[in-house]
């Protein structure tokens, strides 16, 4: 039991000593996927340009309104999606893809998860340059709000680790857990109001529908601040109660989960 | 002073049958198809093994395949907890092992190969840069470590890969036989790089099915189904070892019948 907690201690100091390793995996396997393209990681961003738009005419066909108020609401909401799914997404295939790497290499195992979110959170941060022009093209205001924006994307990376450090050796040791989470996370991205609004649906019986998925609350925190709009507090409560209690969860299954993982996944 | 002391150590695996893991298979057995395997066995790879390990020690792991070899390198290399027993490493370990990430990134230069192979296997960037030339000049690739790995040939891929894992100073080096491998025409100086290598190291711990460790090694552990089946000078064991590999495979005669009766029934 205090071995456990020692052992688990141990790994994850060595995690935040190692910083720079997996920071610079990070980058290199960023830059590898878009290898010899003319590009580079700029795809991402050319990609989420070109989806955003499209997105952002459905909503403008299926609910009316104009494009200079669809693209900010549609671009923002998406992208900060795409921190959201991706994290809990590379969180539940951190270990699985590891795989033989792990117990033949001496990385701490919980640098797997830091090193696919450091991957998803570069990804954000070349999503980060379309926000920003989205808001110079329609002439969004920058205010201190923003703050409260930035401060929601770390209480979401925080969120996603803890999210690794339970999901991660969860979805190693019984492998249905990652097809059911993919399953789970294409259909959250209409259940969340990405490209829909939340204040439409307050009205029908469909309303708690919405409220009962958490990840709403996430993307309202970060979406709110910039738009100008807001929900009150709820978004900040629930978005920081994530983070915590998804460490906390993370901690203590890591913990007592370390010593077993490099057997799940063993070949 | 580095060491590494093992204290009773298991190492038991969860065999997972087609049948275990397959919904499918689970339901269709259930409904009346005959099971062929109970849904899981257990496999000790390592069996109530201690082991202390002190500077100057050139240690061999012998055994045939599936003896334990490699759980017990992952095991000396604290890449893998035992699952049961204690393990404690005192100084900068370094392992390499086969699947360790220790293979080159054909995407990458040369170049930022010699530079990510070592971090991820402890070096600091900056150190790694300090060796570039050296590494250039010692595998003959020269200006080559511009271009991307992938444009190699297979002879200079080997080349690279073999001074960049030598040029590294660990104290505790733990490795399996054929990682660090070179091609022939590289061979000699390949061969006393990789003596000043292992001389450098304060502990070092190979493992090899063949007689030839008995070259590099001092002691020679043999495993045989997670145990030790002895332990002391090279030359002794590993003439012991042969003799037993010959009177498996019915070549010898050297051996008494009764005494591989004796090791199969085991």
């Known amino acids: 039991m205090r071995d456990q907690w020692a052992a688990a201690r141990a790994d994850i100091k060595a995690t935040w000593r190692e910083r720079r390793i997996w920071t610079l995996a990070a980058l290199i396997s960023v830059g590898n996927r878009y290898r010899r393209t003319i590009l580079g990681p700029w795809w991402l961003t050319l990609s989420t340009v070109f989806f955003v738009f499209g997105l952002s005419f459905l909503r403008v066909g299926l609910g009316g309104g104009d494009l200079k108020n669809a693209v900010p609401y549609v671009g923002l909401g998406f992208i900060i999606f795409g921190l959201i799914a991706g994290g809990i997404n590379v969180g539940s295939s951190t270990y699985v893809q590891a795989g033989a790497q792990l117990s033949t290499s001496q990385r701490p195992y919980s640098t797997y998860p830091m090193q696919g979110n450091a991957v998803q959170f570069i990804d954000f941060l070349h999503d980060a340059v379309v926000i920003i022009v989205i808001a110079l093209f329609f002439s969004i205001p920058f205010t201190l709000a923003w703050g409260l924006s930035v401060l929601a994307t770390f209480l979401i990376v925080a969120s996603s680790i803890g999210v690794g450090l339970w999901l991660g050796p969860l979805a190693a040791r019984f492998r249905d857990v990652g097809p059911l989470v993919s399953m789970v996370m294409r259909l959250m991205f209409f259940l969340t109001p990405i490209f829909w609004s939340i204040d439409q649906v307050t009205t029908n019986d469909r309303a708690w529908l919405a409220w009962w998925n958490p990840l709403t609350y996430q993307l309202l925190a970060f979406r709110d601040p910039i738009l100008g709009t807001s929900h009150g507090l709820a978004p900040y409560v629930v978005t920081t109660l994530l983070a915590v209690g998804n460490l906390a969860l993370g901690i203590v299954v890591f913990t007592k989960s370390r010593a077993r993982i490099p057997y799940w996944v063993a070949e | ?266």
């Open chain 2, 1 to 266: 002073m580095s060491r590494i002391e093992i204290d009773g150590i298991s190492v038991v695996y969860n065999l997972l049958t087609i049948e275990g893991a397959n919904l499918k298979r689970k339901f269709l057995t259930g409904l009346g198809r005959k099971r062929i395997n109970a849904p899981s066995t257990t496999l000790a790879a390592i069996d109530d093994l201690s082991l202390t390990l002190t500077p100057g020690t050139r240690l061999g792991v012998i055994g045939v395949n599936g003896a334990g070899k490699s759980t017990l390198l992952r095991v000396m290399a604290g890449a893998l907890p035992p699952t049961h027993g204690r393990v404690r490493l005192e100084g900068k370990v370094f392992s390499l092992l086969g699947g360790s990430g220790a293979g080159l990134d054909f995407g990458l230069s040369g170049y930022e190969n010699v530079i990510m192979t070592g971090v991820l296997l402890g070096e600091t960037p900056k150190a790694m840069r300090a060796r570039v030339d050296e590494i250039a000049d010692f595998s003959g690739l020269g200006v080559r470590l511009r271009n991307p790995v992938a444009t190699y040939s297979s002879g200079m891929r080997a080349r690279l890969r073999f001074s960049i894992l030598t040029s590294l100073t660990p104290q505790i080096l733990v490795m399996d036989e054929g990682v660090a491998t070179a091609d022939a025409a590289f061979a000699q100086r390949a061969a006393a790089r990789l003596r000043e290598f292992h001389n450098n190291a304060e502990i070092v711990v190979m493992s090899s099915h063949g007689a030839g460790i008995a070259n590099t090694a001092e002691t020679v552990l043999w495993l045989d189904q997670g145990r030790v089946r002895a332990h002391g000078p090279a030359k002794e064991v590993v003439d012991e070892y042969t003799a037993w590999v010959d009177g498996l495979a019915g070549g010898a005669t050297a051996v008494d019948p009764a005494y591989i009766d004796e090791v199969l029934d085991e």
